[in-house]
């Protein structure tokens, strides 16, 4: 099934006199459970489509269906209740809140949608992700792999169907980033969530089932579902 697809997207950004066209006419879509990468050159406009994927950007033109449902059809408010239930994730710089301790970061999606946390669930996670014994340190008394690593619970915790991923191994070394990536595949695997993630690295890309290569905001290859 379909999850999510991205039909004649355009984006134009306005700099000064000059129009920056960071995506030219994207038509693509998305199944349900699909680990998919999204690789391309700087500035190819990478991360201005995983936002608008996402619903955290609007499209100049064209249109994003979740479920056949246009998200740019909602207003902000339900497209951010869309985003915090169905929706989450990953960035390079991990954007924790600095002064919640990791397991308060990882149930703040919960909270602010006013559940009851699903304790099973997140215990789950967190044992799947190895940071049970960092769970009430705060962000800075850990590593970059492990900030990850809750950045990811953070992002599972609400029972995403997609979880988005800009660069998540863009700020560690190459084991770390190898150990995050792997972990990232095996959780989305293990919940069915669909994975879309962002990565100039090839070597990255290579491990997800498909490839979507960008250049100057076109798609200039896509792979389509394959064995990783
Ligand atoms: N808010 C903005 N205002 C103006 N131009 C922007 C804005 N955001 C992105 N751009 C431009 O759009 C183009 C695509 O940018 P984008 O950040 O999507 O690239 P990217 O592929 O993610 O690059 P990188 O690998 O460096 O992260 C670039 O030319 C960039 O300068
Ligand atoms: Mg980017």
Do not use: W
Request: hydrophobic share 35%; aromatic share 6%; glycine share 8%.
């Amino acid at each position: 099934m379909q999850i999510l697809q991205c039909c004649n997207v355009h984006k134009t950004y306005q700099s000064g006199e000059n129009a920056v066209h960071a995506l030219r006419d994207i038509t693509v879509s998305f199944e349900q459970g699909e680990v998919c990468a999204v690789r391309g050159p700087s500035g190819s406009g990478k991360s201005t489509l995983l936002h608008i994927l996402g619903g955290l950007e609007y499209p100049t033109s064209g249109n994003v269906l979740y479920q056949n449902e246009d998200l740019f059809s909602y207003n902000d408010n339900q497209l951010s209740i869309l985003r915090r239930r169905r929706f989450g994730f990953v960035f390079q710089a991990y954007n924790l809140v600095q002064e919640l301790t990791a397991s308060e970061n990882i149930l703040l999606p919960v909270l602010l949608d006013k559940k009851k946390p699903d304790e099973k669930y997140i215990s789950m996670l967190i044992e799947l992700l190895g940071i049970g014994d960092r769970l009430h340190h705060l962000p800075s008394a850990l590593s970059g792999g492990q900030q990850q690593r809750v950045s990811i619970a953070r992002a599972l915790a609400n029972k995403p169907a997609i979880l988005f991923a800009d660069e998540p191994t863009g700020n560690l070394d190459g084991k770390t980033g190898r150990e995050v990536l792997s972990l990232l595949k095996y959780v989305s695997k293990e919940m069915g969530v669909s994975l879309i993630l962002v990565t100039h690295d090839l070597h990255i890309a290579e491990q997800a089932e498909r490839i979507i290569t960008l250049e100057d905001g076109r798609v200039t290859q896509d792979s389509g579902r394959r064995e990783a």
